[in-house]
């Protein structure tokens, strides 16, 4: 029994020992990490009509303008790092305009009334360094309203306002941009 036993406890050390570790290193939590927000919202749901993938901006005690500056080149990344991402799984109306179903990345210009809500093809790009007016797919007009609380991280949600028409919410700070999409029924596909 006892050879069986010191057998066995070898054994186990010799697989322990030939397997292979490694010293990763993985890079700290992002301070303006991705998020994802989808409608439907349910992520088991997999019929979605939107997703939008874009950075998490904070506050942290600084002023909105400071941090959705467009004097660089006009426009706004939408969020932090990569310029967000919006993905139409089914052609839509975006703010009454149509648009086929496909990836757009997702600028904006602020504004005090409204915001510039902008679709590019161009994707896959950083921050908004490369933004070019001639890439845009259209432009629409961001309704602004103010929160009741401060938001603190920049974020994303969209709602159903009634029967199939969703509003996309931008929020930060005390600032809100609403934008309505539906499902383009007349499209041909």
């Known amino acids: ?35 994802a927000a989808t409608y439907p919202s349910d992520w088991r749901n997999s019929d979605k009509l939107v997703k939008v993938i874009y950075g998490r901006p904070q506050l942290k005690g600084r002023a909105l303008s400071s941090l959705a500056d467009v004097s660089e080149k006009g426009v706004w990344r939408t ?4 310029a967000s991402e919006i993905t139409f799984f089914k052609d839509v109306l975006f703010a009454g305009e149509q648009v086929k179903a496909g990836t757009y990345t997702l600028f904006t210009i602020p504004g005090d009334k409204e915001w510039t809500v902008i679709l590019s093809a161009v994707r896959n790009v950083w921050g ?28 994303i949600v969209f709602n159903e306002e009634k029967e199939d028409v969703i509003t996309m919410y931008l929020g930060w700070g005390n600032t809100v941009v609403s934008v309505s999409l539906q499902e383009d029924l007349d499209s041909e596909d």
Do not use: C, W
Not at 18 to 28: I, L, V
Not at 132 to 143: I, Q
């Open 1 to 35: 029994m006892k050879k069986t036993i010191l057998s066995f406890a070898l054994f186990a050390i010799a697989i322990i020992s030939s397997t292979d570790t490694f010293a990763q290193k993985f890079p700290r939590l992002d301070v303006s990490p991705l998020d």
């Open 79 to 82: 969020g932090a790092n990569e």
């Open 128 to 155: 908004h360094y490369t933004y070019d007016k001639k890439d845009d797919v259209l432009r629409v007009a961001g309704k602004v309203s103010e929160s009741e609380k401060i938001i603190e991280a920049f974020s």
